[in-house]
C-alpha cells in the first residue's frame, strides 16, 4: 500500500477576541500565536490507499470540515461526534491516514481543542484555553 500526501487550508478572520475550538480524532496538532486577526489552519494527510484515485476518495471523506461565524472558526473532522470508533476503525483497517494539524492563531483567542488520540503542542496563546484528550499527550 502507498501512501499519498494530502493538505488542506482554512483561513478565517476571527479577530484579537474571536473563538477558535479544534476537534479531531489523532494525529499531532500545533498552535502558536501569530500577529493579526486570521486564524489559519494547515492540516496535512498522509493517507494509506492502493491508488492515487481511492487517496483522493479517501481524502474527499476525512478533509475537516470548517464552521465560520463572525469572530468564530469550528474546525473538525467529519466524524468527530464518533471519535473513538473512528479511531479504533483508522488503527485496525489497512488503509487509513496520519493527520498532522498546524494552526497560527491570534494571540488572544478563545481556544478549545478535544481529541481522543493527538498529542497536543501549544505556544504563545493568552486568551482562555480548553484542552482535553482520552489519551493524548498536551
Known amino acids: ?12 478572520p476571527v479577530g484579537e477576541r474571536g473563538r477558535v475550538a479544534i476537534k479531531v480524532t489523532s494525529g499531532d496538532v500545533r498552535v502558536t500565536a501569530a500577529a493579526g486577526g486570521d486564524a489559519v489552519i494547515r492540516a496535512s494527510y498522509e493517507i494509506r490507499a492502493a491508488s492515487e484515485e481511492d487517496a483522493e476518495r479517501t481524502y474527499e ?5 470548517a464552521r465560520q461565524g463572525s ?8 466524524d468527530s461526534a464518533n471519535s473513538f470508533g473512528s479511531m479504533i476503525s483508522r488503527l485496525f483497517s489497512s488503509g487509513g ?9 491570534p494571540a488572544g483567542v478563545q481556544l478549545s481543542v478535544a481529541g481522543v488520540s493527538a498529542e497536543v503542542r501549544v505556544s504563545g496563546m493568552r486568551g482562555d484555553q480548553r484542552y482535553a484528550t482520552v489519551s493524548g499527550d498536551l
Open 1 to 12: 500500500m502507498a501512501t499519498f500526501v494530502r493538505t488542506q487550508t482554512i483561513s478565517h
Open 61 to 65: 471523506q476525512i478533509r475537516l470540515r
Open 71 to 78: 469572530g468564530d472558526l469550528t474546525v473538525e473532522e467529519p
Open 97 to 105: 491516514y496520519e493527520l498532522n494539524l498546524e494552526a497560527s492563531l
